[in-house]
């Protein structure tokens, strides 16, 4: 069984993960705002991952007896001065998630809950994704600058991904 703390602290990033998708929506609607759906897009299929990443701690914690709280769920920014902005806003949350994923562990490691360290490693390699993701987006925005053709080419690029559930959880 799940010590109270740790139940805390899983739906503690229940809320963050969700809180995620939500940044990433608006960051979406800023795009689309701007007409440049491909890279909408991109923040799209980013909120389903989140969505993802928030469902697969909630089934966990089911499965381990806990009991799933939900909490409010905190207002994303709205406003955006330049593409490169809500890039550097994307990295700076991941470096952020990251760090909240590890003191998790960290917590998990510590109460010697070998399952749920077992069961975070899989959020441990995802952030090494969901960094670099961002930051090689980042510095291709600094390349092309906020307006010109290789914001469009870029656009293009994004317009591109999909939502593909990792194979284990289909
Ligand atoms: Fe759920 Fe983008 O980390």
Do not use: C
């Not at 928030?54 to 939900?70: C, E, H, Q, S, W």
């Amino acid at each position: 069984m799940l010590s109270q703390k740790l139940q805390d602290a899983i739906n503690e990033q229940i809320n963050k993960e969700l809180h995620s998708e939500y940044i990433y929506l608006s960051i979406a609607a800023y795009f689309m705002s701007r007409d440049l759906d491909g890279i909408a897009n991109f923040f799209i299929v980013q909120t389903q991952e989140e969505h993802f990443h928030a469902m697969k701690l909630f089934n966990y914690l089911i499965d381990r007896g806990g009991t799933v709280v939900l909490k409010e769920i905190a207002a994303p920014p709205t406003s955006f001065n330049s593409a490169l902005e809500a890039f550097e806003k994307t990295l700076e949350h991941e470096q952020f998630i990251t760090k909240s994923i590890n003191d998790l562990m960290d917590l998990a490691i510590k109460e010697n809950d070998h399952s749920l360290v077992s069961f975070l490693k899989w959020y441990v390699d995802e952030q090494i994704e969901e960094e670099a993701t961002a930051s090689r987006l980042v510095n291709r925005l600094k390349i092309t600058g906020d307006t010109g053709p290789g914001l469009l080419i870029l656009d293009s690029e994004l317009a591109k991904r999909t939502f593909t559930p990792p194979a284990s959880e289909e």
